[in-house]
């Protein structure tokens, strides 16, 4: 194991000890609030962490609170989640200033900056009994981003995407997009489907992550 790799290590366990009030306040505070709002507000809080120090804290926070969040990978500045639901998997990269909900990343999936993944796109009904839309009973769908995935800056994400799959910038999706697809425009349309040896996973995992953050 290289030095560089040790280090990583014993930064991450470090922090895996240093946000442990963090982890109990929230799980205290969910008894008052509810665990869904609690956890939505120290998501917040740890979203506004800088620098190397915020992306190793923000990564123990979630290793400790969400359903799922892989040994390495990283979560950048201003990303938020809505629900502890979520399973992020090794090697994910989720960019700046990112929403999430009820989502599972897959193994080495790239969400660029500013992206959106809702818990899908029937939350709110269309036609709510009583007519009162905001306290309405909401539905939530899980999505998957799937293994090798690429999702574009400020993409808004509201169905599925399959295994090595690409979305554009911009790009609204509101179907599953098939494996091995790129996706582009409001609403996003399938412009083409790659080749089955497409593509280089090690070649585009390199190209976004770096390493400032916990990714070994």
Known sequence: MSAARLCKRLLRGVACIAVT???????????????????????????????????YLRWAFYRWTLARCGRDGEIGFGTIFSRDTAEIEDGAYIGAYCVLGDVIVRRNALIASGVSIPSGRRQHPLDPAGGDRKHADQVHERIVIGENAW????????????KDGVIGAGAVVVEPIPEKSVAVGVPARVIRTAPQDWPPEADRADSVRGDAGPDA
């Open 21 to 55: 009030p963090c982890v109990a306040a929230c799980r205290l505070s969910g008894l008052f609030l509810g665990r869904q709002r609690a956890f939505a507000g120290w998501s917040q809080l740890f979203a506004l962490l800088p620098g190397v120090c915020g992306c």
């Open 151 to 162: 999702i574009g800056e400020r993409a808004v994400v509201m169905a599925s995407v399959g």
